[in-house]
């Protein structure tokens, strides 16, 4: 039983980190339906970010975050001003494959002597690492941390989406862009704040898993990217409350399959649970059925 | 499209037959100029082995092309049925002593059949939904393969026999390009290019959309399959990570690069995109990142990949000729590079 808690309290932290992920996938598809696989690279960034930001301008915790988000949202915007908006009317395998060109480009990039390098770089400690004991089960100040961040985040993306008036010029956006920018929204600028707020969510899921799990690499992003994708369309691809729900299933998912059934086999779990859900109910867990139009 | 066979039936079959033999010389020729130059040790050892292994992607790229070229079906898992290949075949060489011609045959068809019963319940999803299956399909076959200590689990399988000499590799891919070539003017060619443009009207028309699915998945899947027979008595050495989903990319970015629904498009983004990086190697650490640029610089400039839909043709090298040749003769069609 503490055992089974345990891990449950594991596999919530994990999937916040997915779920910060997730929602940026999620934003993007919903509002230029366009699967960004560059997105797991800026989370990458991000604790990339995190790291220069604590060992060389000396910066707190809440200062590192900051960083992070701001220095991934400007990534971000410049990636979409620059790679995906000359192609935003072509084909979408062709945008497709211009994500995993910027992909290829920020990994390459971090590796070069000039930036990071390609060693594993360790997590500095932003703080002391304190333990509580509730009964059996160990929960680090680390875990409440990062789950309480990505709780007020959700929140207040939440908020933003739901009650601003640019949320709700985003929700018109990714309703219909046509008829959005004939309603007078500046719908480029709309796409730039889409992509800004979800790499800032990845910038922050970034600095939090260099809390949880200290180590940099370059690669880093490309297997919690492809989780926190499937995390996303796990929740309903375009739907934000569903890639958090995605995503906190998806570490729960992981986490329990490697403790109960096996631990080679977790990655497949993970990606059976997607398919049987995608075949059951093809728009996800909170998707909308969208009819077809002839 | 593709090339358009503008004689009328009655005079068509021995033209047909010219035609066959005119694209017979010119493959043999292609054949014959790169086995001179290796003998004539302008292509060394070193570059030999980089020709092969573009020609074993490219064989699977082909593959890929009918199913995302032609039937406009993204398929993000690929790489997965180049590994079920090259393990079946290996298998069969390895344990069973099998001829390469067997083990090649055997991958194909386990290739095949996995996926056909994969396809059998996804390929009713559309679009991204799709993708993102195919690509979870991808995933779990290389972790249930890193499972199986039979095939070495996650080790993978070490000193394969090198069986897959140039000649083979350089047949097996010219066969696969006259196969697809030969079936996308048919019939059932062009009712899964109906697919791919409109699957309702397609439907609406009296094609069956996921039967044809199906055969263009299994068939494109078979040659993945092939490509991997090849690859692993090329290698010698196969392990599951070799075929993970960034493969699966890379052959994608093959497909588009050089046009989707174009199959000298797949031989040029090929032997491009696999040379490219070899050649960029004096760069050093620079290498992937020149790379990447050139990728997305190439992707944002010309979209439609560098040849569209367009082919490459014997035909259609000859009519360049005559133009470069005849300038100032009033040459109304022939100057197209095959259209």
Redesign the interface.
């Given at each position: 039983m503490e055992t089974l808690l345990q891990q449950i309290i594991n596999g919530i932290c994990q999937g916040s980190v997915y779920a910060l992920i997730a929602i940026g996938y999620t934003m993007v598809?919903g509002i230029i339906?366009l699967?960004n696989?560059a997105h797991c690279d800026i989370y990458m960034i991000g604790a990339y970010a995190g790291y220069f930001a604590v060992c060389t301008l000396r910066f707190g915790f809440t200062g590192t975050l900051l960083f992070a988000m701001a220095a991934c949202a400007v990534l971000g915007v410049t990636i979409e001003r620059i790679?995906y908006k000359?192609?935003r009317n072509?084909?979408?395998?062709?945008l497709?494959?211009?994500t995993?060109?910027?992909e290829?480009?920020l990994?390459?990039?971090i590796?070069?002597?000039f930036l990071a390098g390609?060693n594993t770089l360790a997590f500095p400690e932003i703080f002391a690492l304190e333990t509580y004991k509730f009964g059996d089960v160990i929960i680090s100040n680390y875990q409440i941390i990062s789950v309480l961040t990505t709780i007020v985040l959700s929140i207040l993306l939440q908020l933003l989406v739901k009650k601003t008036k640019v949320g709700r010029a985003m929700r018109a956006t990714s309703f219909d862009r046509d008829a959005a920018a004939l309603m007078g929204i500046n719908t480029n600028k709309v796409i730039s704040i889409t992509f800004a707020i979800g790499s800032a969510l990845a910038g922050t899921a970034g600095v939090i898993v260099g809390l949880l799990y200290p180590k940099l690499t370059p690669a880093m992003g490309?297997m919690p990217g492809?989780k926190s994708?499937?995390a996303a369309?796990l929740g309903g691809?375009g739907v934000i409350p569903g890639a958090m729900v995605g995503g906190v299933l998806m570490g729960l998912i992981e986490t329990l399959s490697k403790v109960y059934i096996?631990s080679?086999?977790s990655?497949?779990i993970s990606?059976?649970v997607?398919?049987i859900i995608?075949?059951v109910k093809?728009?996800g867990l909170f998707g909308k059925n969208t009819r077809?139009k002839? | 499209m593709t090339t358009v066979d503008k004689t009328s039936p009655k005079t068509s079959i021995s033209k047909i037959y010219m035609k066959y033999i005119i694209n017979l010389i010119g493959v043999a020729a292609v054949y014959g100029i790169v086995i001179f130059l290796v003998q004539r040790g302008i292509i060394d050892s070193y570059n030999l082995r980089i020709l092969k292994s573009a020609g074993i992607f490219m064989i699977a790229a082909f593959g890929l092309n009918l199913i995302?070229g032609f039937t406009g079906q993204?398929t993000m898992g690929h790489a997965a049925f180049m590994s079920i290949g090259a393990y079946f075949s290996a298998v069969m060489t390895q344990n069973f002593n099998a001829p390469f011609a067997i083990s090649l045959l055997v991958g194909i068809i386990a290739a095949g059949i996995i996926a056909g019963l994969i396809g059998y319940?996804?390929l009713r999803?559309r679009?991204?939904?799709l993708?993102?299956?195919t690509?979870?399909?991808g995933?779990?076959i290389k972790?249930?393969i890193?499972?199986i200590d039979y095939v070495g689990g996650a080790r993978g399988m070490t000193s394969i026999p090198v069986k897959s000499s140039f000649m083979i590799i350089f047949f097996c891919a010219a066969a696969c390009f006259a196969l697809l070539r030969n079936l996308i003017n048919t019939t059932k060619g062009r009712a899964i290019k109906a697919i791919r443009e409109d699957e309702?009207a397609a439907e609406a028309m009296g094609i069956n959309p996921t039967r044809y699915k199906m055969t263009a998945f299994i068939l494109g899947s078979a040659m993945a399959g092939l490509a991997g027979g090849l690859y692993a008595h090329f290698n010698t050495f196969i392990d599951p990570v070799t075929f993970n989903?960034?493969k699966s990319?890379d052959m994608?970015?093959y497909v588009?690069?050089g046009g989707?629904g174009s199959l000298s498009g797949t031989v040029v983004g090929t032997l491009l995109l696999v040379i490219l990086p070899e050649s960029l190697r004096a760069l050093a650490?620079?290498r992937?990142?020149i790379?990447?640029?050139l990728?997305?610089g190439l992707?944002?400039f010309r979209?439609?990949?560098i040849l569209g839909t367009k082919e490459i043709t014997v035909k259609g090298i000859i009519n360049l000729f005559k133009k470069l040749g005849g300038k100032g003769k009033t040459t109304a069609n022939n100057g197209k590079v095959g259209e």
């Open positions: 598809y339906k699967i696989f790679a000359p192609l072509s084909p979408k395998v062709t497709f494959i211009t995993m060109g910027v290829l480009l990994q390459n990039l590796k070069t002597d390609p490309v492809l994708f499937v369309v691809i096996s080679g086999f990655d497949a990606f059976s997607l398919i995608l075949l093809p728009t077809e002839v | 995302l993204l319940p996804i999803l679009g991204d939904y993708a993102i299956c690509l979870g399909f995933e779990i972790v249930v890193q499972n309702i989903y960034s990319f994608i970015t588009v690069l989707m650490e620079y992937m990142l790379y990447a640029v990728l997305v992707m944002i979209p439609s990949g």
